[in-house]
């Protein structure tokens, strides 16, 4: 199958998200620890690819298209989603929550995915009724895409960085066994 790269925005943040689903589908059939392993890391870096255009280029273009309640939702949902990317990026699938932790992504991810295509007043349909040019903009997406997936291959995945969440502290704590 010849592999295009789509030039509009949308189509290519569109993309990713079928890309990352397909991820999730395939790592809750994997059987064997290193292919959970190595599923894991591709989401996590997948995810960490898109967050970060949509963060750094894709919502400041469309910020005057969007309402500031669904743009502000995004970024602290990305947090949210970014917490757990550090845990599992860092984490072993034999680990105890490790598959608990991929499952709940996806379904951060699921609500993320719903957040902006859902039609007529998503994230996406109301950047479209803007004045943005999504071909260029859809470039410079594809562009530092590439620059990102290269900068980990080289370097690994880089800790996460918040933009909502701000200076939060917590305790680790343990699950409490039953009593008796
Ligand atoms: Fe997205």
């Not at 200076?167 to 699950?175: E, N, P, T």
């Amino acid at each position: 199958m010849p592999t295009t790269t789509p030039a509009d925005a949308i189509a290519l943040l569109k993309a990713d998200h079928r890309k990352v689903e397909a991820l999730f589908e395939q790592f809750e059939k994997a059987k064997d620890i290193a292919g959970k392993r190595k599923l894991a890391q591709e989401i996590c870096t997948e995810l960490t690819v898109h967050a970060t255009i949509e963060e750094e280029i894709f919502y400041p273009a469309c910020k005057e298209a969007v309402e500031d309640d669904l743009e502000h939702e995004a970024y602290v949902e990305h947090d949210g989603a970014k917490v757990l990317i550090a845990e599992i990026a860092q984490g072993n699938p034999e680990d105890e929550f490790y598959g608990a932790k991929v499952m709940v992504l996806s379904e951060m991810i699921k609500h993320h995915v719903k957040e902006e295509e859902k039609p007529g007043e998503g994230f996406f349909a109301q950047a479209r009724k803007g004045d943005v040019d999504m071909e260029t903009l859809g470039g410079t997406l594809q562009a530092r895409k590439a620059q990102l997936l290269a900068a980990i291959r080289q370097g690994g995945l880089p800790p996460p960085e918040t933009r909502s969440f701000t200076g939060h502290k917590l305790k680790q704590g343990h699950v409490v066994e039953a009593a008796g």
